[in-house]
């Protein structure tokens, strides 16, 4: 069972990119599915994340409509793209799957999660 993000990268302010989480050994389609990052010298903070229990995408506050996450079940990867970068969400981004039943409530919950990806890097810069 293995989770990898990647997609990430240096871009500048304004632009977009879009992560992606491939899996391996499960199928994400019947997971809920979360995103976290971890900026340098900073906590870990919640990002985003898509119910298993109402197939809602849920997101936090600073957000603000920038991001957006999809599943593609055939590629059995999900995605989060990243619009209006700004230089604070320089981070290390994550993937994370819940194998349990994930409300929109607890998507902010790291410890309702059960699968870790590596991170992927995305910088933020002119």
């Known amino acids: 069972v293995q989770l990898q993000a990647s997609g990430g990268g240096l871009v500048q302010p304004g632009g977009s990119l879009r992560l992606s989480c491939a899996a391996s050994g499960f199928t994400l389609a019947y997971f809920g599915i979360g995103w976290f990052r971890q900026a340098p010298g900073k906590e870990r903070e919640w990002v985003g994340c898509?119910?298993?229990?109402?197939?809602?995408?849920y997101y936090a506050d600073f957000v603000k409509g920038r991001f957006t996450s999809s599943r593609d079940n055939a590629k059995n990867t999900v995605y989060l793209q990243l619009n209006s970068l700004k230089p604070e969400d320089t981070a290390v981004y994550y993937c994370?799957?819940?194998?349990?039943?994930?409300?929109?409530?607890?998507?902010?919950?790291?410890?309702?999660?059960?699968?870790w990806g590596q991170g992927t890097l995305v910088t933020v810069s002119s």
């Open positions: 898509i119910s298993s229990s109402d197939g809602r995408t």
């Open positions: 994370v799957a819940d194998k349990g039943l994930l409300r929109g409530s607890d998507c902010y919950d790291s410890e309702e999660y059960d699968y």
